[in-house]
């Protein structure tokens, strides 16, 4: 089946820092990703669409410039948390799917931990 | 996305079926009736979806009532590896598929 890969699993980084995390689907081609985030014992809350080739689309309440995203090709999103502060602590998690497949897959997620 | 209601947790014993329901009694009639799992610390995992029909799949059974108001997922076999967050989510796919809403889910505990 269609694999989903994100990386790195876990992260912990100085706050202030910049963290990049990856998001690849490995035997298909993503035209559209989405980023979603996930606190302790809490549900997934999306944070935005990627779109290859043009800008990511936001959810409200999304700060655009503290969360960049970039889509350069079919099979490559990465999200980058920028100047990380222990509030942005957090399990990442990134999404793919073909604009023919109904199955959404999704990576393995990555846990960021700011100090 | 229809707004949808589980229990907030199932416990189960192994090797016995899993039934997990889900309330969805505002579904419009282009919103599929997905199911997805969490495994801790894990990405969510695609179980089954369908419309209106029943659907079985290698990893579980999905009935959903003639009304469409409500279904289950049934894991006919539950092992302890099936322990983990069940979302029931109703959406109309298409483009816009990704942008899925979950809620707080089941958690399912599945006990020796």
């Known amino acids: 089946g269609a694999v989903v890969s994100q990386h790195p699993s876990r992260v912990i980084c100085k706050s202030g820092t910049s963290v990049k995390i990856e998001c690849r689907s490995l035997d298909f081609q993503a035209t559209t990703m989405f980023w979603y985030r996930q606190f302790p014992k809490q549900s997934l809350m999306l944070m935005a669409t990627?779109?290859?080739?043009?800008?990511?689309?936001?959810e409200q309440g999304v700060e655009k410039d503290k969360f960049l995203i970039n889509h350069a090709s079919l099979t490559l999103s990465t999200l980058t948390v920028t100047s990380a502060h222990p509030e942005d602590s957090s399990f990442y998690i990134c999404s793919a799917c073909t604009a023919t497949n109904e199955k959404l897959f999704f990576g393995s997620g990555t846990q960021l931990s700011v100090l | 996305d229809a707004k949808t209601t589980q229990p907030p947790s199932m416990d189960c014993a192994e090797g016995r079926a899993a039934n997990l329901p889900c309330n969805h009694s505002t579904i419009s009639g282009n919103e599929y009736v997905y199911w997805y799992r969490q495994i801790h610390s894990q990405g969510p995992q695609y179980i089954i979806h369908g419309l209106k029909n029943n659907e079985t799949n290698e990893m579980a059974s999905l009935i959903i009532t003639e009304d469409r108001k409500s279904s289950t997922l049934i894991l006919p076999h539950a092992t302890l590896r099936d322990t983990a967050v069940y979302y029931c989510?109703?959406?109309?796919?298409?483009?816009?598929?990704?942008?899925?809403?979950f809620g707080q889910g089941t958690i399912l505990t599945v006990h020796p």
């Open positions: 989510i109703a959406h109309a796919g298409g483009t816009s598929y990704g942008k899925l809403t």
């Open positions: 990627s779109n290859e080739g043009s800008k990511a689309t936001y």
